[in-house]
Each structure stands twice: as structure tokens, then as C-alpha cells.
């Protein structure tokens, strides 16, 4: 299985709303990771997971709270967002420790809209 | 900071050709390069990599070209289908984090 699956798949949601989604996959990766991607651009990397422990956070708002229950969870808590934070939300995931062999693999992203 | 970037934002080819996808890398640290494929409303799927010990690898219809001499990377591919037509991103790894990095992307589109 080499799927990394995403839910919602779409959300719309107030600047005064608290969402959730969340992310999951079954290959043993221990590194996970959240991106960020507005139209026409590439990923931006907000943070990284590695053996369910905050190892990057690419100095992103308070308002994106990331969780990693487990090793097969992630979790990215919205609250207050603002209208530009609009995008495309991307989980990906991940070997760790193998020099070069750290293919990303991607789930099919959350559509995020604040009103 | 360093950056990876392409040299086209857009390429149209008719269908049977083939598409060559260019990008340009500035971290001569980088030791790993990935082409990455999205279709409209899905993620990044991998498509081939090469490590920076190499200057060709092949895939099934697909060839990527590196030349650490001035920095470049390649997507080349053959026999180009409408099921192509997507954006192509190149990303490079380095560091010991092993942090992937996305070059802007390119939309090629394949003409019937």
C-alpha cells in the first residue's frame, strides 16, 4: 500500500472556525510532512514530523497547529485563519535515515477556503 | 538562499513528440533530485529521480539528465501522451534532514 490519504477533501471555513484534517498512511514511513501550495506554485513545506516528533517547523503562524498522534497519523489544527491562508494543503510522507532514498510520497491534498 | 528553479513555466507539444522539461538548481550540495508529476486537483506523484553520482537514468518513457557542471536537470519524455499534460516540478535533497525542495514548475500540455 503507497497511498498517503487526506481528509477532508475539501473544506470551507470561517476566520473564527476551529477545523482538523488529517492524514494517514500504512507503509512504516516515520518522517511526515504538511505543505502549504497556492495556485500555479510549487509546494511550500510547513512542517516536519520525524518519528512523530516536531523536527522542522518552516516558521508558520500559530494558527496551523500540527499533530502527530502516531506513526501512521497527522494531524494540522486550523484556528483563526485568514482569507490568504486559502490553499492547497498537501500531507506527504516519508523513510528516514536512508541517505537519499527519502522518497516523498503524497496524499491528493485537502482544499482549504476561509471566508 | 539557494533555490531550484525551471528555465519555462509553460510547454506545449503535440501528442508523439517528445517534451524536454528543463531545470535549473543553485545548491551544489544537493545530493538527490526527484521530477515530480500533478495533475489537476491531485498531489505531487513521483516520477524518476537520480542521485548527484549520475548524469542519466531511464525509466519507462522517461529520462532524466543531470549536469552538476552547470547545475541543470532534465525530465525528457518520449512519445509524449495527452495523459502528460500536468505540471512537472523538479526538487532537489539535501542537507541532513533531508529536505525536499521544489523548483516552480512547469505546465505541459499536449496538443491532439
Known amino acids: 500500500d503507497t497511498e498517503v490519504t487526506q481528509t477532508p477533501k475539501h473544506l470551507v471555513m470561517g476566520m473564527t472556525n476551529k477545523k482538523s484534517l488529517k492524514c494517514e498512511q500504512h507503509?512504516?514511513?516515520?518522517?511526515m510532512y504538511w505543505y502549504k501550495q497556492k495556485a500555479k506554485k510549487p509546494p511550500e513545506l510547513m512542517f516536519v514530523?520525524?518519528?512523530?516528533?516536531?523536527?522542522i517547523n518552516e516558521s508558520v503562524p500559530s494558527r496551523f497547529s500540527p499533530e502527530c498522534p502516531n506513526s501512521s497519523l497527522l494531524n494540522l489544527h486550523l484556528h483563526a485563519l485568514q482569507p490568504e491562508d486559502s490553499a492547497l494543503y498537501l500531507c506527504?510522507?516519508?523513510?528516514?535515515?536512508?541517505?537519499?532514498?527519502?522518497?516523498?510520497?503524497f496524499g491528493p491534498g485537502t482544499r482549504l477556503t476561509v471566508t | 538562499g539557494e533555490s531550484v528553479g525551471l528555465h519555462l513555466p509553460t510547454l506545449s507539444v503535440q501528442e508523439g513528440d517528445n517534451s524536454i522539461i528543463n531545470c535549473a538548481y543553485s545548491n551544489s550540495a544537493s545530493d538527490y533530485f526527484i521530477w515530480y508529476k500533478q495533475e489537476s486537483g491531485k498531489g505531487p506523484q513521483f516520477i524518476i529521480d537520480?542521485?548527484?553520482?549520475?548524469d542519466k537514468r531511464q525509466g519507462q518513457r522517461v529520462t532524466v539528465l543531470l549536469n552538476k557542471t552547470v547545475k541543470h536537470l532534465s525530465l525528457q519524455i518520449a512519445a509524449t501522451q495527452p495523459g502528460d499534460s500536468a505540471v512537472y516540478f523538479c526538487?532537489?535533497?539535501?542537507?541532513?534532514?533531508?529536505?525536499?525542495?521544489f523548483g516552480s514548475g512547469t505546465q505541459l500540455t499536449v496538443l491532439p
Open positions: 526538487a532537489e535533497i539535501s542537507g541532513s534532514a533531508r529536505q525536499l525542495t
Open positions: 507503509m512504516g514511513h516515520r518522517a
Open positions: 514530523y520525524s518519528y512523530e516528533k516536531l523536527s
Open positions: 506527504a510522507s516519508s523513510a528516514v535515515g536512508l541517505a537519499g532514498a527519502n522518497e516523498q510520497y
Open positions: 537520480i542521485r548527484s553520482n549520475m
